[in-house]
């Protein structure tokens, strides 16, 4: 393999990096994933170049410098001193981004509760941080970006105000140095409503059965949910007025209502997650009635309401594209469709996988699959690159191979969707990094013994 | 002269496996064999005989009667064009739960008697959204609450068809046995509700308890066995007056294992207590047919392929459980470079529906060829579950149980079109898609007809299928 490489020694260095083989073994519970290297100066040349804005290049340059992309184009030249990759053969792709993952939060969630940090207990949390609770050494961390998924929104969940996502990138020491966005998003889950949606039914059995009881008490949550944004509201503008008028009196800090100001002033997105077609039109109503700004996740009916979401412009991050279909009588393609349809229909709409956290790094299969039923490949590849930038709003820094952008690249033996799809070299925030996980060290460990 | 009768068919003739053999039922051999089919021009993959170009399979009779390149079709034939297609053989899921109206009967740590055959429902959709993603064969199994789950039921998916036609004819009977975290019960939420009675705990609660509970059964059984030789025994003397041992239905299935009639799959992680089940079935006299999941089997790929068994397991899943914290993609390669025929699995009526892609995953961990990573999920199936001679591979003279591919089924890009199963065609997507309009047709024309009177002849929906 050193005959990729223009220097000898850098040559046996990302050898090295990238086959992960040479690293020392100590394959721990979550503690293996390998550190990143420098932000230096490197060149990936005579590769296909798939930037994810429409305009491939079949044979060009992709220069990365202090974290960013600076170089991208058929002829760009190579600045002295960069150590430079052939890419003879190989696709560089920017990095794939998960919009609905738990990923930090979440290690193993059967029988090990104490490796699961996703939701906190009582209804009302929107000062609680994803970003708190995030491992930096989970052992999916390194599985998942080794396939090119190199940046994840990880969540929490449960209650009514489950408390703010966080945008990270899968490489670094420490939370603050993988994190893009610490407070990404707020999730709200809007207590559900009607039957389709399933959580009705359960609701109502909490209640006895009683069905004015199950919707009475759901009215209860919602108006306890509207009175704290309300207070929240009033909160930020007394703040404001003191601000502005320090003979007021001195308003007292409240870190829970703090918290929500920049959801109501739109400075900060709302996750809503829905599924049922009653509960994203309710979630979409809700937001605007509250003036946040909604992405729904989940989104399974979300083709049956598009042109309601189209009309409010919202977004959806998709979770259930592998889910079976929840009716008996949905066609066998209904949840494989869903992209296919939602595009057609013109909604915004990004792919994730969804599931449990170690399965991240299904993402492409999952966007695969939905090319397989009606999405365009290239819209395919987009559905987990660009929108996902766009819809969280860092689509400067993140989603396609263009100058200026963070240098998160995956450089592949083929397309990055497909399952057989190797993973050379893997760049993120411009570091190479080594493609060494646990199952590489597990398989090293025992795929010779006699 | 009866008693010499029972005593020969005691054994050698168990109930359950009447149960799998005797599907040519009368509703089978009435119904004509398919029309024959030509399928054209497709890229080939057989899977155990290497892949072809712009070649031809003929079905005839329910079987593959010939491949080859420009081949006639009979009189009558059915003819489809597959330019650009792919045909491989019908994927074989060995682990699955589709339907099962009923999974455990988890009460008491060996439930040996108890028959998957019995719960089956025909008409579950996953059957058919199984057939959408090119399978045709599945090994419906217990689950993995106690030690012995109980008797499995081989099943081809044939949808609309009564459940007798759809258990696979002259399949071997086989049971399941589960090992690790679901057994003990451990990884279960300790979370008490007050007011709420707790869930029993049933022994075992330990590995150590697994293994005892399996050599109690397996003594058991061995006496129950010596007892029946005995009195075969006698029988053979010409001794009069004899009572037939007590038939026993725990025992008998466990008999037949360790004669070698009914294959185990065993539900098992962690790669200690697989060889604990193989050590224990080689002291009682057994093979152990599949390991089911065997997350940690590339630990012990030598003692697995040295015991002469099989393992069925998720291509990539990881990490939802203690036990699968060491799991890994390259855990089939591993194996099957050590000689162990290994399949990968679904155990989930979702992920059933594209094991292609699950598959493909192999190529890229543990470096299969394209071929090594289909016959995970057809051949080494087939093979495991003793249906080898009938299924698993495009060859003259086997069942015509595959399917047609839009492209590459390796490709996350490709999927079925068309699924046969003994030369039937049980899924086709163009027929899918008109079968949708016609529905939202008739149902627009329903909510438009008027309310009220019953609908009679008159006004009925034409359906044109009547005619």
Known sequence: MTHLFKRATLGVSLVMLAAG???????????????????GTYAIRNARIVTGTGADIANGTVIISGGKIVGVGANAAIPAGAQTIDGTGLSVYPGMIDGGTTLGLNEIPQGANATVDVNETGSFNPNVQAFYGINPHSAHVGVTRVVGVTTVVSRPTGGIISGQATLLNLAGDTPPQMAIAPKLAMVIELPRSGF????FGAFLAE????????????????????????????????????????????PEHDVVLASLVPALRGEMPVIFPADAAADIRSAVTFAEEMHLKPIIIGGRDAATVAPFLKQHNVPVIL??????????DDPYDANYSVPAKLLQAGVKF???QGANSADSRSLPYVAGMAAANGLPKDEALKSVTLYPAQIFGVADK??????????NIVVTTGDMLEARTDTKFLFIDGRPIPLGTKHTELNGMFKDRP | MKISLLAA????????????????SRAMTARPAAAPTLIKNATVLTVTKGRFENTDILIQNGKIAQIGKNLTAPAGAQVIDATGKYVMPGIIDPHSHSMSDAVNEGSLSVTSMVRIADVLNPTAINIYRELAGGVTTINVLHGSANTIGGQNATVKLKYGRPVQEMLFAGAPPGIKFALGENVTQKNRSNVVIPGQPSPPRRYPTSRMGQEEVLRDAFTRARDYRTGWEEYRAKVAKGEKALVAPRRDLELEPLVEVMEGKRLVHAHSYRSDEMLMLLNLAKEFGFKVATLQHGLDGYKIASEIAQAGTGLSSF????????????????????LLRHGVVATINSDSDERARRLNIDAAKLVRYGGLTDDEALKTITYNGALQLGVADKVGSLEVGKDADLAIWSGDPLSVYSSAETTFIEGEIYFDKKRDLDMREKMAKERAALEQAERGPRPTRATQIPNEDDK
């Open chain 1, 207 to 250: 209640q006895g059965g009683n069905t004015a009881d199950a919707t009475r008490a759901r009215q209860r949550q919602v108006d306890s949910l509207k009175q704290m944004l309300r207070d929240a509201d009033a909160y930020g503008k007394a703040f404001d007025a003191y601000a502005k008028d320090k003979a007021l009196p001195r």
């Open chain 1, 21 to 39: 083989a040479a690293l020392p073994v100590r394959a721990q519970l979550g503690t293996f994933n390998p550190r990143p290297g420098p932000q």
């Open chain 1, 319 to 328: 979770t259930g594209v592998m889910d079976l279909p929840s009716r008996e």
């Open chain 1, 398 to 407: 993140l989603g396609t191979i263009e100058v200026g952008k963070m240098a």
């Open chain 2, 315 to 334: 291509a990539d899943d990881w990490s939802y459980k203690i036990e699968a914290y060491d799991a890994i993609p390259y855990n089939v390669a591993i």
């Open chain 1, 350 to 352: 990004a792919i994730s």
């Open chain 2, 9 to 24: 068919c005691a054994l050698a003739v168990p109930a359950t496996i009447v149960a799998q053999q005797a599907t040519p």
């Open chain 1, 196 to 199: 389709a949606g399933r959580g």
